[in-house]
């Protein structure tokens, strides 16, 4: 059973910066890509950020220029730096693994900003 485990989660002022780490319960393989995802209160999960295997990157454009995603592979790690933060990126984040014939989700971590 793969398991997903987000952390580095939090409470943050505005200008401030979160770094989200994603660890895998094993390998998968055959990945396709691996992203994050935010859900806010009242409003639908949205892509904030996703790397393929080949290594292209997408990210949102709210986040474009603020958040990086990254991985560390042979460890199983994906990362999500968020720098210069702000209050509308307040919500629960969530990792996302997709392979070949399935995808994977982490159980969340809360990411508040706020003075």
């Known amino acids: 059973q793969v398991q997903l485990v987000e952390s580095g989660g939090g409470l943050v002022q505005p200008g401030g910066s979160l770094r989200l780490s994603c660890a895998t319960s094993?390998?998968?393989?055959?990945?396709?890509?691996r992203g994050w995802y935010r859900q806010a209160p009242g409003k639908q999960r949205e892509l904030v950020a996703r790397?393929?295997?080949?290594?292209?990157?997408e990210y949102a454009d709210s986040v474009k220029g603020r958040f990086t995603i990254s991985g560390d592979y042979a460890k199983n790690m994906v990362y999500l730096q968020m720098n210069s933060l702000k209050a509308e990126d307040t919500a629960v984040y969530y990792c996302?693994?997709?392979?070949?014939?399935?995808?994977?989700w982490g159980q969340g971590t809360q990411v508040t900003v706020s003075s």
């Open positions: 996302h693994v997709e392979r070949v014939g399935a995808d994977y």
């Open positions: 094993t390998s998968i393989f055959s990945i396709r890509e």
């Open positions: 790397i393929t295997s080949s290594g292209r990157t």
